[in-house]
């Protein structure tokens, strides 16, 4: 198993709760790639102190937590602590989303001198050169705004948008409203029934990103018509 193991401080009421964890899966299960916090940790338990072996009580976990359900507990943990990387995982992490980064802006701009495709080397070359900081932790494509305003004074681009309406059902519209405003929410009105009508630019390479993401959060139910 890749990664290292890792130990993750939380504090509640005072009180301190670590978990002994794989890094890299942890890593998954940050940023969703992984969905049981069991699979994470190297050893089931809740310490008060991992490097001493000392256990933490029952009763500050009910206090802490409402439960001694470990499962449970190290779900809050996790979605509430920062995990340490390893700084040779970090920068893997980090190279990594570069590259998601430079794919997406290739595959979305022009140079407007010339209409012209641009290259990824090209692209890479002006990140490099105007010192753009990648958030490993950070999705691509919300980065791709800022990389791009970094970069522009260097390579010109120029993007294809697409303009796009989704409608998307009630019992979906608010779990759904992060992922339209990350795809780049124009306009918004909800409807007599609760479902949510939305107008979206974005570059048109995302399209199939967008197709994508709001079938799987809707069970194919969402309604997508390209303006």
Do not use: H
Not at 9 to 25: A, P, R
């Amino acid at each position: 198993m890749q990664g290292k193991t890792v130990v993750i401080k939380y504090v509640k009421n005072g009180e301190n709760f670590e978990l002994v964890v794989n890094s890299e899966l942890a890593y998954e299960y940050a940023t969703g790639k992984r969905a049981d916090p069991l699979s994470v940790l190297d050893a089931e338990e809740v310490f008060k102190d991992a490097k001493k072996a000392e256990r933490q009580s029952e009763e500050k976990l009910k206090k802490a937590f409402g439960t001694t359900d470990i499962g449970k507990i190290a779900e809050v943990i996790l979605k509430n602590s920062q995990i340490p990387i390893p700084a040779d995982e970090r920068a893997k992490m980090v190279e990594e989303k570069r590259k998601q980064v430079i794919a997406i802006i290739a595959k979305n701009s022009i140079d407007p001198r010339t209409n012209a495709p641009n290259p990824p080397l090209r692209i890479e070359n002006a990140v490099n050169e105007a010192k753009v900081n990648i958030d490993p932790f950070k999705p691509a494509a919300e980065q791709v705004e800022d990389v791009v305003k970094r970069i522009s004074f260097i390579l010109p681009l120029k993007f294809t948008v697409s303009k796009v309406q989704v409608i998307v059902p009630p019992d979906s519209a608010s779990r759904c409203y992060s992922i339209l405003k990350r795809f780049g929410l124009k306009q918004e009105e909800w409807l007599a029934d609760g479902s949510l009508k939305a107008v979206l630019e974005f570059p048109a390479g995302m399209q199939g990103d967008l197709f994508n993401e709001m079938n799987k959060a809707t069970q194919g139910r969402a309604e997508i018509k390209i303006l």
